[in-house]
Structure formats: C-alpha cells, structure tokens
C-alpha cells in the first residue's frame, strides 16, 4: 500500500496531469494567436510602407517637373535681361548697364515706328516686374508673418507693373513713399542676402526704379547697409521695428563691422540699414533715415 502511494505520488493525480496538459495548449495557443498577430500587424506596415513610397515618389517627380519648369523661366528671363541690360556671366549687373540702355533708347528713337511706345526703361520694368513674379517673398526670419510679407511683396509687384505700363506716376510714388519698401529691401538684400534668389529679382527692379526717376531729373539716395555716413546727409535713428538685430547673419555682419569702425570721424555712423531713402529733384528733397547700432545689439 505504502508503494502505491509513493508511484502515485511520483506521477501525479490525474488532476495535476490534466492541469499541466491544459497549461501547456493554453501556452500553444497563445503563442499561435501572438504569432498571427505579428503577422498581420507586420503586413499591414508594410502596407503602409509602400502607400508612402509610392506617395513620396510621385510627390518628388512632381517636385522635379516644377523645378525643371522654374529653371527653365530662369533661364529664359536671363536670357531676356541679358539682352536689355547686358548682364555680365556671373549673373550682375554692368557698372555701364545705364549708358547701354540709354544708347539702345536713342537707337530704338531713330528706327523704330513713330507710334511705337515701349522704350527700354519700360522693358527692364516689365522683365523686372517677370523676375518678381518667379521669385518667393523675402523672408528674413523664421517669426516674419507670412501673410504680412506676401501683402508686402504684392504691393511692389503691383507697383512696378503699374510703373512699367505708365499707370503710376513715379513722382507722387515716390514722395508719397510707396517706392520706400522697395528699395530698403534692395539694399538689405544686397549686402546681407546676396546668395538668395530674391536678390537678383529685386536689383533689377530697383535699378529699373532708379534708372525712370533718373530720367524724371530725380536722384535718390539709399545708403547701403555696412557703410559709413555723416548726420549732415542723413537722419539716424535707433528704433530696430524690424527687429534685425533678432536675424543671426544681419547681427553677426553688423557687430562684425562695427568692431572694425574704431576711429569714426566727428558725425560718422555706421549704417545698419536704410529705413527710407533720400531724394532730390525739381519738386524738393528728403533725407535718407538710417538705422544704426546701439546697447540692444
């Protein structure tokens, strides 16, 4: 009896067994419904995977095609103002660009018919205003407003279609400072962005400005920005409302040129940037107002 009890003991109840038999196919199972899980969560990212793919590889050719078509405007635009204003091969314009478009003016005067209207300070606005449309609005900071700047960009656009079509008067423009933002952002672009696309676009339209005020006996005065000008040619002021010394490359070029300025003569200022420009002509004169440095930078 006592070695009954013992083989029993051994082996187990039949109680115990089953339980150990029922844990194991629960075991079994579980890991076969783990198993089909993974699986079906690792096809459906794959799936996934490929939709993306697919989305991103369609979004890039797309990408690629309207690239394509900008760098075919570009080219032809060059093109375009290489012919009206002689552009050098690195993309600038002439110190002579001027003198060629007032001898291409009075060529265009003897042979062409009487009635013929559009001269080539008409057709540098119009490639002007070409360029302007191609290009994005010019974003300083990463806080600019974009609607803001686009508002802004538009208003010059506008502007200088309406110049090159003769349905503004440059004079009350002018005077009335709505050619003022224009050519700030020419100087600021100029000397600060010289790399960006903009820049480009906005020389030529600002030279074309100059160029029609010129003929109007009008000279204006845009002080460029790391420059040095006197108090008796311009008025100063400290009042950053742009927030420039906010802008990395415009704090770090300014600082750079003041620790150079150390000997400025008596009413000398280092020229930060050009808040509204000067004129003289026929109908009066205005100082140009220029930004300089202070303790905030």
């Known amino acids: 009896m006592s070695n009954s009890r013992s083989v029993m003991s051994s082996f187990g109840s039949p109680e115990v067994a089953w339980r150990e038999r029922r844990g194991r196919e629960m075991a079994v199972i579980g890991i076969e419904f783990t198993?089909?899980?993974?699986?079906?969560?690792?096809?459906?990212?794959?799936?996934?995977i490929m939709v993306l793919g697919v989305w991103l590889l369609r979004r890039l050719r797309r990408s690629e095609a309207a690239l394509g078509s900008i760098r075919r405007e570009n080219g032809k635009l060059r093109n375009e103002i290489a012919?009206?204003?002689?552009?050098?091969?690195?993309?600038?314009?002439?110190?002579?660009?001027?003198?060629?478009?007032?001898?291409?003016?009075?060529?265009?005067?003897?042979?062409?018919?009487?009635?013929?209207?559009?001269?080539?300070?008409?057709?540098?606005?119009?490639?002007?205003?070409?360029?302007?449309?191609?290009?994005?609005?010019?974003?300083?900071?990463?806080?600019?407003?974009?609607?803001?700047?686009?508002?802004?960009?538009?208003?010059?656009?506008?502007?200088?279609?309406?110049?090159?079509?003769?349905?503004?008067?440059?004079?009350?423009?002018?005077?009335?400072?709505?050619?003022?933002?224009?050519?700030?952002?020419?100087?600021?672009?100029?000397?600060?962005?010289?790399?960006?696309?903009?820049?480009?676009?906005?020389?030529?339209?600002?030279?074309?400005?100059?160029?029609?005020?010129?003929?109007?006996?009008v000279v204006v005065t845009a002080p460029r920005p790391l420059s040095v000008e006197n108090t008796k040619n311009c008025v100063f002021t400290t009042d950053d409302v742009e927030k420039l010394r906010d802008i990395s490359r415009i704090r770090t070029a300014a600082l750079a040129a003041s620790s150079r300025f150390t000997n400025p003569q008596g009413g000398e200022e280092l020229v930060i940037d050009c808040e509204r420009p000067g004129w003289s002509g026929p109908n009066g004169h205005r100082s140009p107002r220029i930004l300089i440095l202070d303790r905030s930078w």
Do not use: M
């Open 83 to 217: 012919n009206i204003t002689g552009w050098t091969t690195n993309g600038r314009l002439p110190d002579d660009w001027q003198e060629r478009l007032r001898n291409d003016k009075a060529a265009a005067v003897g042979t062409a018919p009487h009635g013929d209207s559009e001269q080539p300070g008409e057709r540098i606005l119009l490639a002007a205003h070409h360029a302007l449309l191609l290009v994005e609005p010019p974003h300083f900071a990463s806080k600019d407003s974009a609607e803001q700047v686009g508002r802004s960009h538009k208003r010059i656009v506008d502007l200088i279609e309406g110049l090159a079509h003769e349905r503004i008067d440059p004079l009350p423009a002018l005077a009335n400072g709505d050619l003022d933002r224009l050519l700030c952002l020419w100087r600021r672009l100029e000397v600060y962005f010289p790399d960006r696309a903009e820049t480009d676009a906005y020389g030529l339209a600002a030279y074309a400005v100059l160029d029609l005020l010129k003929r109007k006996q």
């Open 35 to 48: 198993s089909g899980f993974a699986q079906v969560l690792f096809t459906a990212l794959l799936v996934v």
